[in-house]
């Protein structure tokens, strides 16, 4: 069974701090191609950062992206898997609480972030090689 070790290997992490503004967020996140991040404080994760919080309590609310720290607009205390966790396991986490993106941890350290869609291409991915094997 694969692990999210092996779906997050070569890949850098990003993040973002709980002081920053939702400006310089989104900005980052538009940089780096990126849908959600984790939120550090003091170099721990402390919340997670998605579009849909910069759509729905910034934005839809009337709050000033460039004057709004990243802390008062994230999801506080996400739930986090660990870098060891399966995939299959990741993915029953997402489905059963509605999540679209998940920090991975090992102790108290960030390792990265997983999305729904990660996990979505790298199934297609292994689908397409087991067909590829049954015709051949």
């Known amino acids: 069974m694969a692990t999210l070790r092996d779906l997050i290997k070569d890949r850098k992490v990003y993040s973002i701090n709980a002081g920053n503004t939702v400006l310089e967020a989104a900005r980052f996140m538009m940089e ?17 950062f998605s579009e849909r919080d910069i759509m729905n309590r910034v934005v839809a609310v009337g709050r000033t992206p460039g004057t709004t720290a990243v802390s008062e607009v994230m999801t506080p205390n996400p739930r986090a898997v660990p870098v060891d966790e399966t995939v299959e396991e990741c993915l029953f986490i997402m489905r059963e609480f509605g999540f679209r993106h998940l920090p991975i941890v090992d102790g108290r350290e960030l390792k990265g972030l997983v999305s729904l869609r990660d996990i979505l291409m790298r199934r297609a991915a292994e ?4 067909a590829r094997r049954a015709v051949s």
Do not use: C, K, Q, S
């Open 32 to 48: 780096h191609n990126l849908g959600a991040l984790p939120v550090l404080r003091d170099g721990e994760l402390a919340g997670i």
């Open 127 to 130: 689908i397409e090689t087991e």
